[in-house]
């Protein structure tokens, strides 16, 4: 009897000791830790509006109607300004397998689909040893449906057709960095996300995904090895008068951003990190019609990396022309995590999606 007794407590004790274990263990899809604490695979389960369904009619319509009229814009609540290629692209429906056809307006045929061509991209990054995020911009009324005037009154999320491709994208293994939660967080605390007049994200949008970027960074091998250089910053206010401004006919006073300046050079050719995409990695950091330098995405990935970066931005489509530079000049050498940012209204409104090679 003492001896099974003894049997029973050690069984006991060897079970205690491997759950234990397995708790500490980190996850193998994110580097370390609970997978539940790393927004860019595991995110909690997004709250959809109960009438996205009427919302996304009601984008569809006013798109539709604005097209018919020749607008490139629509006013919105406010002083806001709404891009109509951006509300057709919400309201476009599933955009990727064979409704891609449908959904995307990209000339040729065979480059209308995202998917294959981002799994294959993720694939080829893979093979090259190279970590990386796929950073897609939300809609301005995808975090702020409020400023549709005429919209029905939401409760949640309406960019439920970005939210199941993303999910799609997960299952293919792809890191996806879903921040529509994040900058919903930022706008509810009186913060713009987005530039009322400006097709663009504010300078405190790119400094809140910033810090999502380094969550993920964090975690991986490489970054404790990397040189550290520690940024500081300055806060600053922006006057800027947006390129949406432009394509109104009536005239449109500029805008006011509060924005923290990071100071120093952000940006390095030898650097371990490199981010892609198109105007939404220029915008507040190259200057010029660009608004303004040292407030922009790379600025403050830099600093919240403790590291300069490399920064391959191109204006007009993010989705291949950007990845064709980044191969072309050779930019992945001695690269060991990237970053590929553009606005999600690409998904249906650009040139189309290509596969390309990561190195030659």
């Known amino acids: 009897m003492m001896l099974a007794m003894r049997a029973f407590s050690f069984c006991c004790l060897l079970a205690i000791a491997l759950a234990a274990c397995s708790a500490d263990k980190p996850d193998p899809t994110t580097g370390g830790g609970s997978p539940a604490s790393d927004k860019t695979q595991k995110p909690a389960a997004p709250h959809v509006a109960e009438n996205a369904d009427a919302y996304l009619a009601h984008l569809k319509k006013i798109a539709a109607q604005a097209e018919s009229d020749g607008k490139t814009t629509l006013p919105g609540t406010g002083k806001d300004v709404l891009l109509v290629k951006e509300l057709r692209s919400l309201a476009a429906g599933t955009f990727w397998g064979d409704a891609a056809q449908t959904a995307s307006r990209a000339a040729k045929a065979n480059r209308r689909d995202p998917l294959p061509a981002i799994v294959a991209y993720h694939e080829a990054l893979k093979k090259a040893g190279i970590e990386w995020v796929f950073v897609p911009v939300p809609a301005k009324v995808a975090v702020d449906p409020s400023l549709v005037p005429g919209a029905p009154a939401v409760e949640g999320r309406i960019d439920v057709h970005c939210i199941a491709f993303y999910d799609e994208l997960r299952k293919a293994g792809v890191p996806v960095l879903d921040v529509v939660p994040d900058l919903q967080e930022l706008v509810s605390k009186g913060t713009r996300a987005h530039c009322m007049t400006d097709t663009h994200w504010t300078p405190a949008a790119c400094e809140t995904v910033a810090a999502l970027v380094r969550e993920r960074a964090a975690k991986q091998r490489w970054f404790a090895q990397a040189t550290k250089t520690e940024f500081e910053t300055t806060p600053k206010t922006l006057t800027l008068t947006g390129d949406m401004a432009a ?3 009536e ?4 805008e006011q951003l509060a924005s923290s300046v990071v100071e120093g050079t952000t940006t390095s050719d030898s650097s371990p990190v490199l981010l892609l995409g198109d105007s939404h990695c220029l915008v ?3 200057g010029g019609d660009m608004h303004a330098k040292g407030a922009g995405f790379p600025d403050h990935v830099a600093q919240q990396l403790s590291m300069p970066i490399t920064v391959v931005g191109v204006r007009g489509s993010g989705a291949t022309p950007s990845r064709v530079d980044a191969f072309r000049g050779k930019r992945f050498e001695g690269k060991k995590f990237a970053i590929w940012c553009l606005t ?12 390309i090679p990561v190195k030659r």
Do not use: D, K, V
Request: charged share 25%; proline share 5%; glycine share 14%.
């Open 344 to 355: 999600a209204r690409e998904f249906t409104e650009g040139q189309g999606w290509s596969t």
């Open 284 to 286: 507040f950091h190259q």
């Open 251 to 254: 005239a449109t006073g500029p």
């Open 247 to 249: 394509m109104r006919r």
